[in-house]
């Protein structure tokens, strides 16, 4: 028989023995490390702590706009999704510092840069405040989030430029200056999500980052059906459809037709709770009748 094979089968001799052992520790240990983490269950908030969420939220979002339109702090951003109230509080303090000599201009719809070049020029003073009311075009156009980014810069001068061959003018027919300091102070009112835009790593996400660490940014939280309803219930508390002539028992069934019908409604928004406020106006005995073939969706 040829050296090296053994008469009777393979036999392992002790070295060989604790290898193997050690090697299979090893594949053991590997296979122990490579194994994903079980993900904890994630705790549904209760009512009580919604309403709590979105109380702190929203007296920030009002005590921070006052420091804005105050000039204490430079700029803004308010997230939140459409017709929930964001624009209520911010709008209501509008109207107060008018009141006190403020120039409060408020942006909504569509804006090109040269429209917004012109806008932060004609509000560029000191006791000027800007308000973008999704006005979201702003954030779809590079040029302009350059300038945005400039006017809400965070050192003590902040100057913009404008530097291309397009030239501007003002109401009078003036010239505007190809550059001027900006002093003025700015706050968005956005349905956009800045930070989901940046987790999913949206094309012009640099820039958001970069307004974000310009601004005082507030995501108001409202991200289930949960929340909404909790946020309705707030606002009718207090005292929306009081001035639309709604009896309590009255505002108790429209809240009701909400919560019964929320993931049948067109929408689930304040708009809606007006429009259904509108229907029982229109025919108080009915309304819910009409409130079915006119607010819910047929699917």
């Known amino acids: 028989m040829p050296r090296g094979v053994p008469k009777a089968g393979f036999r392992m001799t002790k070295n060989r023995m604790s290898r193997a052992s050690s090697q299979a520790g090893t594949r053991s240990s590997?296979?122990?490390?490579?194994?994903?983490p079980v993900a904890a269950p994630v705790k549904k908030e209760s009512d009580a702590e919604i309403r709590v969420k979105l109380t702190e939220r929203f007296d920030a979002m009002d005590a921070m706009a006052a420091s804005t339109m105050r000039g204490i702090n430079k700029s803004m951003i308010v997230s939140g999704?459409?017709?929930?109230?964001?624009?209520?509080?911010?709008?209501k303090l509008a109207e107060q510092f008018?009141?006190?000599g403020k120039q409060v201009s408020v942006i909504k719809g569509y804006l090109r840069p040269t429209g917004l070049y012109k806008t932060?020029?004609?509000?560029?003073?000191?006791?000027c405040v800007i308000v973008f009311d999704d006005a979201d075009s702003v954030f779809m156009d590079d040029v302009s989030l350059n300038l945005l980014k400039a006017a809400c810069d965070m050192t003590r001068?902040?100057?913009?430029?404008w530097l291309t061959e397009t030239k501007m003018e003002d109401e009078d027919g003036d010239r505007l200056p190809r550059s001027f300091e900006f002093e003025g102070s700015v706050i968005f009112i956005t349905n956009y999500d800045f930070d989901d835009m940046?987790?999913?790593?949206?094309?012009?996400?640099?820039?958001?980052?970069?307004?974000?660490?310009?601004?005082?940014?507030?995501?108001?939280?409202m991200k289930t059906n949960r929340d909404y309803i909790v946020r309705i219930h707030q606002v009718v508390e207090m005292g929306m459809l009081d001035e639309q002539g709604i009896s309590k028992s009255v505002q108790k069934e429209i809240l009701d037709f909400v919560e019964t019908n929320a993931d049948r409604l067109r929408e689930?928004?304040?708009?809606?709770?007006?429009?259904?406020?509108?229907?029982?106006?229109?025919?108080?005995?009915n309304w819910q009748k009409m409130a079915r073939v006119t607010c819910l969706r047929n699917n």
């Open 30 to 36: 590997r296979s122990t490390i490579q194994m994903a």
């Open 81 to 91: 999704p459409a017709g929930l109230g964001k624009s209520f509080g911010v709008m």
């Open 98 to 100: 008018e009141s006190k």
């Open 120 to 127: 932060l020029y004609e509000n560029r003073h000191r006791d």
């Open 157 to 161: 001068t902040r100057r913009l430029h």
């Open 198 to 221: 940046i987790a999913r790593g949206n094309r012009l996400a640099p820039h958001f980052q970069a307004l974000i660490s310009r601004s005082i940014y507030l995501d108001l939280a």
């Open 268 to 285: 689930l928004s304040l708009r809606m709770v007006m429009k259904l406020a509108a229907l029982v106006r229109m025919d108080s005995r």
